[in-house]
């Protein structure tokens, strides 16, 4: 079977995207491969097409181990995948040991193709070890920038992808990201470790994209006068939450009709799927939105992106602006610039961020008493941590803690996952030839008999349950728990903290974790307030400048373009 074949077999296209038959080409050819493509490129045909080949030819590759972030994008494309009747598999946060057994047994003995896991799975011993006896021949590391320091979202777990390489060597690496840098490009080849240089990348230019800067300082008002203007599916990303809600509130309650929806990740997993759904299908027009929302949509016919405030990168700016006009028609990127207003947040956005180093210190041993761990103990806990009580008790300021708690994570002294949700779990307590003697209603002994069926080690241990998602078996399994009859977590989202070392007396910030990022963040602000502040350059050749493409021309059409094209156009 060839590559275009699998393609039209199973994802039924007549022929590959820009680069894509390149990019599988390097990858059938055994070669470590870093893939550039922007948002909406087509990234997953580059790992999926070359593992269904390789397997048709060889059962012993027939597997692609595909490391995410994000959870929302295994279960799509999982489901995706199967529904073209090609076995795939995911193992997540939450699930049960039990069930992530079965996952990797079907992936050794089964049909599978395709196992998605979180970085974060890579830490287990025992996963590793299951991974060793796969017949895996890809590796596939989504959003990749995420390994590199450089990069502008870098996550310790991703570290762990080398140790994986170590028990898989002959397997190669396929690498993919939407942006960076070229420090970034070549720290993402350095930390993977590949065999040579090889990184292939499609140009950032986006003909159909149109960028405009809108200097005011009546940011709503511009909000709601665009939307007029423009019709059509729209994102408005904000920088907090609370911006997010008043903002959609805003919108909603001024008479402007629009069906307006805000999303953050504060938000429960169910409201944010049902909110995401209802403007997936256009039943909702605009998201009021903070970052976390975007990664792994699939909306092509989003004609707007509004950013009202600024960014702290290019790098974000861009691919979220690169959420628009992925079907190839005339879309929009607006950023809304308040010159004095925006400079000192942005400021201030650095010295937030990086605090100094002795109130690091002090956020580490007031977390470390606040959670009572006594000094050399700890490795390996894992526990809740409500940021906001923790200030209160403690007396620390919110936003430079969060910060602080990021920095010692990236020092190696704990693991910090903001906004983590706990998935709900229970533990039946009554052995179950006693249940006769609670009189038990019907609902009850149906939803313990389910249970029972379900979850084999339910008896000795809190398992994650599926059950709890709707209301009504949260009462039932609240009414249970007030008998004594089983334990019962409530789904909760909060912060978790693992602590990765024991407590130290003494905490060392190297200059590269303190020092050098700290530098490279300021410089990455600077260059996003030079993007808002110019208006001499084409807007598309300073970002592709940014992103090493130096010998870009101008588009035409951003505000910059248009504005010169109308000056040159006036009579002397």
């Known amino acids: 079977m060839t590559a275009r074949e699998a393609l039209k077999t199973y994802f039924g296209y007549e022929d590959f995207r820009p680069l894509q038959a390149e990019i599988i080409a390097s990858v059938l050819a055994g070669k470590d491969t870093l893939a550039l493509m922007p948002t909406g490129g087509g990234k997953s045909i580059c790992f999926q097409v070359p593992t269904l080949v390789k397997g048709h030819a060889d059962p012993e590759q027939r597997l692609c181990l595909v490391i995410t972030p994000l959870i929302a994008l295994m279960r799509d494309q999982v489901a995706n995948l199967q529904a073209r009747g090609i076995h795939a598999a995911a193992i997540y946060t939450g699930m049960s040991w039990d069930k992530q057994r ?5 992936c050794l003995y089964g049909p599978y193709h395709f196992l998605y896991c979180s970085p974060e799975r890579l830490e287990s011993e025992e996963f590793r070890k299951r991974l060793a006896d796969l017949p895996i ?6 959003e990749a920038h995420c390994i ?25 690496v396929l690498a993919l990201t939407a942006t960076a840098t070229p420090e970034t490009i070549d720290d993402i080849q350095d930390k993977l470790g590949f065999a040579e240089r090889n990184v292939l990348r499609k140009s950032f230019h986006r003909e159909n994209l149109i960028y405009v800067v809108r200097r005011t300082d009546k940011k709503e008002e511009q909000v709601a006068h665009i939307l007029s203007r423009v019709p059509g599916s729209a994102i408005v990303y904000v920088r907090n939450r609370k911006r997010a809600q008043e903002l959609s509130e805003w919108l909603r309650v001024t008479g402007y009709g629009l069906q307006v929806y805000y999303y953050h990740a504060g938000l429960t997993t169910k409201e944010r799927n049902e909110r995401q759904q209802a403007w997936t299908e256009g039943k909702t027009r605009v998201i009021v939105a903070t970052n976390a929302f975007g ?23 861009y691919q979220e602006a690169g ?7 005339t879309a929009y990127a607006v950023l809304l ?33 606040f959670l009572q761990i006594g000094a050399g103990s700890g490795l390996g806990h894992r526990f809740t941590l409500h940021i906001d009580q923790l200030c209160h008790v403690m ?45 038990l209603s019907y609902e009850q002994a149906e939803l313990l008999d389910q249970l029972m069926r379900s979850y084999t080690g339910i008896y000795t241990d809190l398992q994650y349950v599926r059950e709890a998602d709707n209301d009504a078996t949260h009462q039932l399994l609240v009414s249970l728990a007030q008998r004594g009859i089983i334990t019962y977590i409530p789904r909760s989202v909060g912060c978790s903290l693992t602590m990765t070392n024991e407590r130290q007396t003494e905490i060392y910030l190297s200059p590269a974790i303190f020092e050098e990022r700290q530098e490279r963040f300021v410089s990455k602000l ?31 059409h951003c505000d910059v373009c248009r504005e010169l094209a109308r000056i040159i156009q006036q009579p002397m």
Request: hydrophobic share 35%; proline share 6%; glycine share 6%.
């Open 102 to 106: 079965v996952a990797l047994d079907n």
């Open 137 to 142: 021949g890809l590796i596939a590391v989504d």
């Open 148 to 172: 590199s320091q450089w990069g502008y979202d870098f996550r310790p777990s991703y570290l762990n992808i080398a140790a994986i390489r170590a028990l898989l060597p002959d397997v190669p």
């Open 295 to 317: 990664m792994g949509i699939d909306k092509p016919d989003v004609r707007l992106v509004i950013h009202y405030d600024l960014p702290s990168h290019l790098e974000s700016y």
């Open 323 to 329: 959420r628009a006009g992925r079907d190839g028609q």
């Open 337 to 369: 610039y308040n010159e004095q207003e925006d400079k000192a947040k942005l400021k201030k956005r650095a010295v937030d961020t990086y605090p100094p180093k002795e109130f690091v210190e002090q956020v580490y041993h007031k977390t470390m008493d």
């Open 395 to 439: 007396k620390l300021p919110v936003i430079q803690t969060y910060s602080a708690l990021h920095i010692l994570t990236h020092a190696g002294y704990i693991e910090f996952e903001e906004e983590h949700e706990t998935q709900p779990r229970v533990q039946i307590l009554v052995a179950r030839h006693q249940l006769g003697e609670y009189n």
């Open 526 to 556: 600077h260059a996003m307030l030079e993007y808002a502040d110019q208006n001499q350059f084409c807007r598309e050749q300073v970002l592709l400048d940014y992103f090493g493409e130096k010998n870009a021309v101008p588009c035409g």
